[in-house]
């Protein structure tokens, strides 16, 4: 199954979009409940796609490079996630019937099935997502 990235990205758009302004990752840690360093981790690569921007010091954070109108779920989604929504494939033995073929089919079904999620995901912006919060 897919790990904790979208969710950890989806988290800090939404908080630094609510919130707003320039936050340091410990406060988006906290919010979390993570570790800083893996929040920075996730900074790292929402920076370098280019749904925010970051400044060192005082007063320095993270904050949205760009209006939340415009930050599609699916390229959030698409930006941190390196894995087929329903995990990975076995390695079965080539000599079964069904093993020999299994992969190929599995493979096909995962891409519909990430297909299907990243149209959904497109519909979405995160000024959409953030619309839930009161």
Request: one cysteine or more.
């Amino acid at each position: 199954m897919n790990n904790i990235e979208f969710a950890t990205a989806i988290h800090i758009l939404t908080l630094l979009k609510i919130i707003g302004g320039h936050l340091p990752s410990s406060y988006i840690a906290g919010s979390i409940n993570i570790n800083a360093v893996m929040v920075r981790r996730s900074l790292s690569l929402l920076r370098k796609h280019g749904f925010i921007e970051t400044r060192e010091g005082n007063g320095g954070g993270a904050a949205l490079a760009k209006p939340a109108s415009q930050v599609l779920l699916s390229d959030v989604y698409r930006a941190v996630n390196d894995a087929a929504l329903l995990g990975k494939l076995n390695k079965p033995n080539p000599d079964c019937k069904v093993g020999k073929q299994i992969n190929n089919h599995l493979a096909e079904l995962y891409k519909q099935a990430d297909n299907a999620l990243v149209n959904k995901l497109s519909t979405i912006t995160l000024a959409d997502f953030c619309k839930k919060f009161k």
